[in-house]
């Protein structure tokens, strides 16, 4: 099952997709979609109103937006990938490298990547599968991981990485509004049978600049949220984006950073596409 935001003359909702229809879930939208994940997980009311026969919508009417507005953390890891360790050279992490990013970077599926001009000169990009936890986790084993995951959505961990070196970690070069693209919608962990085999594409102006499989992660989707639960709670609405692959910008020779105008594409086999164009303002 597709789970997406949408907004529909006007109205932001809480939306399942079928095909190219999408059907209202709740009667009003929630505070955030964190509750609606706390409420789709329940066998309730609103995981019968996921079986009735609402009247649907064409998806070409609406806008998918950010399928998440309010996670209480979106924990983001970092060099996961075999090939995109190769390119940068760097070491491998001996434990899931986390850090986080905050809700005000999260954007929609094809809005703007604003940037303030004179910000960076070194915008980058990073295709990604991401996990929507659903059910609290804490000390939960990489066997126990999967009971708690809702589902999977497409993010893109945009960086600024004049920003993410100078500073000597990496908070703000991850942190500037618009830098992270979610969705378009959350496909349900049910509809993922093995998440660590999974195409993983990104596109600068139609140019393939990415293109790997999650199994090229050092550490899979089980055993990084079993790690991350030893000490931190995970809570249903919870991102955690699992790492990018060889092809980043930087990692490029020569290196490729975006400007404005650029559009970016990042694709996940089976969960889907965002599709992001950069605008620079003044």
């Given at each position: 099952?597709?789970?997406?935001?949408?907004?529909?003359?006007?109205?932001?909702?809480?939306?399942?997709?079928?095909?190219?229809?999408?059907?209202?879930?709740?009667?009003?939208?929630?505070?955030?979609m964190a509750d609606a994940v706390r409420d789709l997980v329940a066998d309730g009311t609103a995981a019968r109103v996921l079986r009735?026969?609402?009247?649907?919508?064409?998806?070409?009417?609406?806008?998918?937006?950010?399928?998440?507005?309010?996670?209480?953390?979106?924990?983001?890891?970092?060099?996961?990938?075999?090939?995109?360790?190769?390119?940068?050279?760097?070491?491998?992490?001996?434990?899931?490298?986390?850090?986080?990013?905050?809700?005000?970077?999260?954007?929609?599926?094809?809005?703007?990547?604003?940037?303030?001009?004179?910000?960076?000169?070194?915008?980058?990009?990073?295709?990604?599968?991401?996990?929507?936890?659903?059910?609290?986790?804490?000390?939960?084993?990489?066997?126990?991981?999967?009971?708690?995951?809702?589902?999977?959505?497409?993010?893109?961990?945009?960086?600024?990485?004049?920003?993410?070196?100078?500073?000597?970690?990496?908070?703000?070069?991850?942190?500037f509004d618009d830098f992270c693209p979610l969705g378009p919608w959350i496909v349900t962990a049910d509809e993922v049978p093995d998440?660590?085999?999974?195409?993983?594409?990104?596109?600068?102006?139609?140019?393939?600049?990415?293109?790997?499989?999650?199994?090229?992660?050092?550490?899979?989707?089980?055993?990084?949220?079993?790690?991350?639960?030893?000490?931190?709670?995970?809570?249903?609405?919870?991102?955690?984006?699992?790492g990018t692959p060889h092809g980043v910008g930087m990692g490029r020779d020569p290196q490729l950073w975006l400007g404005d105008g650029?559009?970016?594409?990042?694709?996940?086999?089976?969960?889907?596409?965002?599709?992001?164009?950069?605008?620079?303002?003044?």
């Amino acid at each position: 099952m597709k789970i997406a935001r949408v907004r529909h003359q006007g109205r932001i909702m809480a939306a399942r997709v079928e095909r190219d229809t999408v059907y209202p879930v709740l009667p009003e939208e929630p505070r955030h979609m964190a509750d609606a994940v706390r409420d789709l997980v329940a066998d309730g009311t609103a995981a019968r109103v996921l079986r009735a026969d609402v009247p649907g919508v064409a998806l070409a009417d609406v806008e998918l937006l950010s399928p998440l507005t309010a996670p209480q953390k979106i924990v983001c890891i970092g060099l996961n990938y075999a090939d995109h360790i190769r390119e940068t050279g760097l070491e491998t992490p001996s434990a899931p490298l986390a850090f986080v990013k905050t809700a005000h970077t999260l954007t929609g599926p094809t809005a703007p990547v604003h940037v303030a001009r004179g910000t960076t000169a070194q915008l980058d990009w990073e295709a990604e599968l991401a996990v929507v936890v659903g059910r609290t986790a804490r000390n939960v084993t990489a066997e126990q991981a999967a009971e708690h995951v809702f589902g999977y959505t497409v993010a893109n961990d945009v960086s600024a990485r004049d920003a993410q070196f100078a500073d000597g970690q990496w908070f703000r070069g991850k942190n500037f509004d618009d830098f992270c693209p979610l969705g378009p919608w959350i496909v349900t962990a049910d509809e993922v049978p093995d998440p660590q085999d999974l195409a993983v594409t990104a596109r600068v102006n139609g140019t393939t600049v990415q293109d790997s499989s999650t199994k090229e992660m050092i550490f899979g989707v089980a055993e990084t949220i079993a790690y991350l639960s030893r000490f931190m709670t995970l809570f249903p609405g919870d991102v955690i984006a699992t790492g990018t692959p060889h092809g980043v910008g930087m990692g490029r020779d020569p290196q490729l950073w975006l400007g404005d105008g650029d559009v970016v594409e990042v694709e996940v086999e089976g969960i889907g596409l965002l599709r992001n164009q950069v605008v620079v303002t003044d």
